[in-house]
């Protein structure tokens, strides 16, 4: 046996992504990081071993504007390049491949961490060191470092370490939480396994193992739905184990798991009622895919309050747009839907106040083990959103070894320098605005060779009629105002006809439903068409915001719809009866606007309109020292249009007045955070690479004789955040960023410009 001791900045237990993004965001602030993990495939539930889909604030595109940014973003749309087949061994090299690139990170796979020292009385205990057992290597090894990361999950590392925990579900009187039980218990979600099939092209036969189910025994044939096209996560409903412990009983669960996996194959090959001749089993889990388990106690506990309120956090870190989504605790075995979701108007914040224990002075977590009750985990559970939390947890504990702080007191006495620090790397965050000093692009004068100032569809847009048959809406930016929408209707009242044409606020500026009126007229529409008709609002808000154009049904009457996307505006449709909710086997709960009014079904198409007066939503300012994300509006300079998708002599400037001397530049080009990715491609889309993104570009700089010279050329870009650090300082008294191709867009578009002299 061999036996070791290593010392880091940073130690991170637990390689699903959670700690794959803390160990990756640590490492590129400097601090060095040992990610410790138990298995032999990182990812967690996400691997190949497990098979989890990767979902996170879209909510399977609910929300709006809604994808992560930061470095589960890179995930998303590495993976959305390498691999559009959903393949889950690729996926595997993606996440693997972003732990790799770092050279301050050292991998330590099929690694248990067993052992935790740690000293100190229970309120104010420190951690010491942590220490693993690596399989088929016989060493143990002893990880000291001045920052750990609970990253596993089911907590054990906190737990070892005396860090305060709760278990199950919490009184409804304890937090107020409509949700929650009269009396407090130990129900937990289940576990479940996955399995997947193909179609082998000629019979194949399925003899069941001696531990199949027999489903007849069971209420699933009554209470669940089984169809031979779905694979993998439609199955997520094969869940048991909410009433016992989902880690001590883990064997047990796994077992009557498998069991009933084999009983749903057999009853779907050798029932009689399944056109499944040519099926086959593909791939099962033999890994339980856990729920929750422990939840660690921090100086702020996240509940349903919070979620559906959508608090707005000042220590906001990260962001999360799943329902709140809780399973009964018989799980597959239950009577009633396998699930109860109710999700807030837009996305909701999570602060850092709940990434850190309350008593353990040096101990982070992220993940499901987050300071939340088991009603608000229903909705940060899911793991894009346990990914930003991630990132927000390794760059605090990299801030805190460095500044020689603790995660308290950098969220109370250092929190501009974390919230800073998230945008800076493009993490996951809303509402936050670059206020950082050391941003010298925040002190120059911004230009552009042209700046898109047209809201609207192109003259030449080839558009079909869409019948008036339910209300529908645009979702537009009033920057600076909204004096009036033009619309391409017709109509077969012979006579013609009247249009209700309202203008809503959205309430929050990260939203995207109407919330508070604001005015309502009536629209004539001549007989026949297409006519462009105009309703006039003369809304001037104080600050620039978005706002809902909403078009009442008109039996007769049709808008013109054009497949094609408006840069900053989105087309919504409002739920009719028969449509289908956003999972077919849960009923959905009344007077949620986000899933009354949907952008789904209209992604990438636009009702055609015009927008008056000029907007000043892409003007060249707004890619220095604001958002980094649409919020009350598109945040980012959009060129004019290209033509044939032709962007030369397109540029962003930023100029000072004396000469800046530079060590980085960094540049976030647009992805199109509202375009729905999926790591297993549970929605698959089409592009392999965002139509939005800049492809090759320049950086220019000019010299003291007054002429442009090349600093760096990028070409194949497939990347929203881009660093370009110089060897030597580069003086100058001007920056441009000269834009030579997109991936397909009209426009060229730039996020942000960040200008650093070190």
């Known amino acids: 046996m061999l036996a070791e001791e290593r010392t880091y900045d940073i130690v991170v237990v637990g390689g699903g992504l959670a700690g794959v993004c803390a160990a990756v965001a640590a ?21 190949s071993e ?75 205990r420190t951690v010491r060191s942590v220490t693993g057992w690596t399989m ?48 407090a218990d130990e129900a937990l979600l289940g576990s479940t396994i996955l399995f997947s099939t193909k179609d082998a092209g000629r019979p194949v036969k399925f003899v069941p193992p001696s531990y199949a189910k027999d489903l007849s025994t069971t209420p699933i044939l009554r ?60 791939w099962v889990g033999s890994l339980p895919g856990k729920r929750e388990y422990r939840r660690f106690v921090g100086d702020h506990t996240l509940t349903q309050q919070d979620i559906l309120g959508q608090r707005q956090f000042d220590d906001r870190i990260a962001f ?63 793991m894009a959103t346990c990914a930003t939390l991630g990132e927000a947890a390794g760059t605090a504990a990299s801030l805190c070894a460095t500044h020689r702080l603790t995660p308290r007191q950098l969220a109370h006495e250092r929190l501009e320098l974390m919230a800073q620090t998230l945008l800076r790397q493009d993490a996951s965050v809303i509402g936050v605005k670059n206020t950082d000093d050391a941003d010298l692009a925040r002190t120059a004068r911004v230009t552009a060779s042209s700046a ?66 604001l005015a309502t007229t009536t629209v004539p529409v001549p007989p026949g068409g297409p006519h462009w008709v105009r309703a006039r609002f003369g809304h001037r808000p104080e600050r620039p915001q978005n706002v809902v154009v909403v078009v009442r049904a008109r039996p007769g009457t049709a808008l013109h719809l054009w497949d094609g996307r408006v840069d900053g505006a989105l087309s919504l449709r409002r739920r009719a009866e028969g449509d289908a909710a956003v999972d077919h086997d849960i009923p959905e709960e009344e007077g949620q606007s986000v899933l009354e009014w949907s952008a789904r079904e209209l992604r990438r198409r636009s009702f055609c309109f015009r927008a008056e007066p000029a907007t000043a ?39 000072w007045d004396e000469p800046a001397e530079l060590r980085t530049v960094q540049v976030v080009f647009d992805d199109d955070v509202d375009e729905y990715l999926n790591n297993l491609h549970r929605h698959r889309t089409p592009f392999e690479v965002m139509p939005e993104l800049v492809r090759d570009y320049r950086l220019l700089a000019r010299g003291e004789d007054g002429q442009w010279q090349t600093v760096q050329t990028v070409r194949g870009n497939r990347r929203r955040h881009r660093v370009h650090r110089f060897a030597q300082p580069l003086r100058t008294g001007a920056l441009r960023i000269a834009v030579d191709g997109v991936h397909g867009a009209r426009h060229a578009h730039v996020v942000a410009v960040r200008a650093y002299p070190r």
């Open 27 to 47: 490492a590129r602030l400097g601090s060095s990081v040992a990610l410790v993990h138990n298995r032999p495939v990182l990812g967690g539930n996400s691997s």
């Open 50 to 124: 497990v098979r989890v889909w990767v979902c996170g604030a879209t909510a399977h595109g609910v929300h709006r504007y809604a994808r992560e940014t930061g470095i589960m973003g890179e995930l998303y749309t590495e993976n959305q390049y390498r691999n559009p087949e959903g393949n889950p061994h690729y996926w595997d090299q993606v996440v693997l491949d972003a732990v790799l690139a770092e050279p301050l990170v050292d991998l330590f796979l099929n690694t248990d961490v067993r052992q935790v020292a740690a000293d100190g009385p229970q309120d104010a």
């Open 136 to 183: 088929g290597a016989e060493r143990t090894t002893v990880f000291r470092a001045a920052q750990f990361l609970d990253c596993t999950g089911d907590g054990l590392v906190g737990h070892l370490a005396g860090a305060r925990y709760r278990i199950g579900r919490e009184a409804r009187s304890q937090y107020g939480e409509s949700w929650a039980p009269e009396v």
């Open 223 to 282: 209470n669940r739905v089984l169809r031979t096209g779905d694979n993998g996560c439609d199955y997520w409903w094969i869940e048991w184990g909410g009433e016992l412990d989902t880690v001590h009983d883990n064997e047990r669960i796994r077992d009557e798991l498998q069991s009933v996996v084999m009983g749903v194959w057999d009853h779907i090959k050798n029932s009689g009622e399944f056109d499944a001749d040519h099926l086959t089993l593909e």
């Open 320 to 382: 999360g747009g799943w329902s709140v989504d809780l399973h009964p605790v018989q799980g597959m075995y239950a009577d009633e839907p396998g699930a109860r979701q109710r999700y807030a108007d837009g996305v909701f914040h999570i602060p850092l106040r709940s990434l850190y224990s309350a008593n353990v002075g040096n101990l982070l977590f992220a993940g499901r083990n987050i300071s939340a009750t088991h009603i608000a985990f229903g909705a940060t559970r899911v």
């Open 452 to 517: 898109q100032d047209v809201l609207g569809t192109p003259p030449d847009a080839d558009a079909e009629p869409y019948p008036l048959t339910r209300d529908v809406a645009l979702l537009l930016p009033a920057d600076p105002a909204l004096d009036a929408v033009e619309l391409l209707a017709r109509t077969e009242e012979p006579g013609g006809t009247e249009l209700t044409v309202e203008l809503w606020g959205t309430g929050l500026p990260e939203n995207g439903v109407p919330a508070d009126h």
């Open 617 to 655: 939503a892409f003007a060249p300012d707004k890619a220095v020292g604001g958002y980094q994300r649409p919020y009350g509006g598109p945040q980012m300079w959009s060129s004019a249009a290209l033509g044939d998708a032709d962007p030369t002599g397109e540029w962003l400037q930023l100029e």
